[in-house]
């Protein structure tokens, strides 16, 4: 049973660019959320998806967006890159809205 | 507001020691979710526990152990016999039940434990 997946691993980018980063979730499992995660602190709520929709969200500006696909999947996309986005994005899928979440490995976004 | 406290940022402990990290969390809800995460180097959070805040009792899962006390708004662990293995940052996390809207997490600071040989 394959746990949450992230791609890609590491990305490098520079000021102003775009980028997207995907999450596939747990089997079985049907909402997904997303959080950045700065050196050296705990993890900060982004987004939570379920049926396709944004159904929370945390204080992030409107440059970081999502999209859930009918597999459960999810992408999030960040316009504008700054120096500060540079951190550990981190991918949790659960059973419902309100179950346990379960973490990917993370993608790693370093912006020069 | 929700928040979560973890006031040692960091802990080192000889293998074999007995180690307790500390977490004291805010909440205005009477319904809510506390939980423990365990990140080790490769940077995943791999979860420990979850406990509702009308359940209490003390849980024990082999060498690691949890104690909650809504009284004072702590649920602490421990682990018993640390190993090496053990060494990894560890989260202390909280969320509120919100008309079901959903359940984002609020972590804590985070707790590093180095246990040496």
């Known amino acids: 049973d394959a746990g949450v997946t992230q791609s890609p691993t590491h990305l490098i980018k520079t000021r102003g660019q775009q980028v997207t980063l995907r999450c596939s979730p747990k089997s079985g499992h049907d909402t997904v959320s997303w959080y950045q995660q700065a050196l050296g602190q705990g993890p900060q709520f982004i987004f939570q998806y379920y049926e396709e929709e944004e159904r929370q969200r945390g204080n992030f500006p409107d440059r970081f967006s999502g999209h859930q696909f009918p597999n459960y999947s999810s992408e999030l996309n960040v316009n504008a890159l700054l120096l500060g986005d540079s951190a550990l994005y981190l991918c949790a899928s659960s059973l419902d809205r309100v179950d346990t979440q379960y973490f990917g490995p993370g993608t790693r976004l370093t912006v020069l | 507001a929700q928040k979560v406290t973890q006031a040692q940022t960091e802990i080192s402990v000889v293998e074999k020691e007995d180690v307790t990290l500390d977490c004291v969390y805010e909440t205005r809800d009477t319904t809510y979710y506390l939980f423990w995460y365990k990140q080790p180097p490769s940077g995943e959070l791999v979860f420990l526990i979850r406990?509702?805040?009308?359940?209490?009792q003390n849980e024990i899962s082999g060498r690691y152990s949890w104690n909650f006390q809504k009284s004072t708004s702590s649920f602490n662990f421990t682990i018993t016999a640390s190993q090496v293995v053990d060494s990894a940052v560890y989260f202390c996390?909280?969320?509120?039940?919100?008309?079901?809207?959903?359940?984002?997490?609020?972590f804590g600071g985070g707790t590093r434990l180095m246990v040496k040989p």
């Open positions: 996390a909280l969320s509120e039940e919100v008309n079901n809207a959903g359940n984002m997490l609020t």
């Open positions: 406990r509702n805040s009308f359940d209490e």
